[in-house]
């Protein structure tokens, strides 16, 4: 089972590299490909396959493929990893309100058949998190907790995220050193 994130944007932010190790460290190496990077996929070799081209131009079956959209009739259910073989995660992580950049995408590839993750927007290490732990682990959605979080950025200041977590052990599972780039950059 193989994890494909089309990267959305032109540039290779720093929030993306910490995300997408983070990605790599939860589903390993071999199983996550990123497609579509244009500029700095030098910062990412090192724990993913990389393509330049979209995943429309890698000649997979659409048949195999799964992509997972907030707007997908169907839930992610833990028999669909006999179904495909890709699960395919694009623009999940955007504008708030969402720009719908997955739809373009689904168009792309010719219609594939798509899940959901329930309504939230995640992050995109959250949604493939919950995916994983869907596919691989056999939970049910309404058994992964996943909700927004409030950061501390100073004394007295605090931020909601615009995209939601999985909650793991009490903790979001959020990238190793996310935080502490938000907070370097003022960045929310």
């Not at 494909?4 to 983070?22: A, G, K, L, P, T």
């Not at 460290?25 to 497609?35: F, Q, S, W």
């Not at 309100?97 to 959901?116: A, F, S, V, W």
């Amino acid at each position: 089972m193989k994890y494909i994130i089309e990267h959305m944007d032109e540039e290779m932010y720093d929030w993306c590299v910490i995300e997408y190790r983070h990605i790599s460290n939860t589903v390993g190496k071999d199983n996550l490909i990123i497609t579509n990077v244009k500029k700095g996929a030098d910062k990412i070799k090192t724990f993913c396959t990389v393509h330049s081209e979209s995943i429309a131009e890698l000649g997979i079956e659409k048949k195999k493929i799964c992509v997972l959209d907030m707007d997908a009739k169907q839930e992610l259910k833990t028999e669909d990893r006999n179904k495909f073989d890709y699960f395919v995660f694009g623009g999940i992580l955007g504008d708030n309100p969402p720009q719908k950049r997955t739809q373009k995408l689904i168009q792309k590839l010719g219609k594939p058949e798509t899940r959901n993750l329930g309504k939230k927007q995640m992050s995109t290490d959250g949604a493939i998190l919950a995916a994983k732990m869907i596919l691989e682990d056999g939970k049910k959605l309404e058994q992964i907790k996943i909700e927004a979080i409030t950061i501390k950025t100073g004394k007295d200041e605090e931020v909601t995220l615009p995209c939601c977590y999985v909650i793991q052990d009490g903790k979001p599972s959020i990238a190793p050193g996310l935080v502490k780039l938000l907070k370097r950059k003022k960045v929310f």
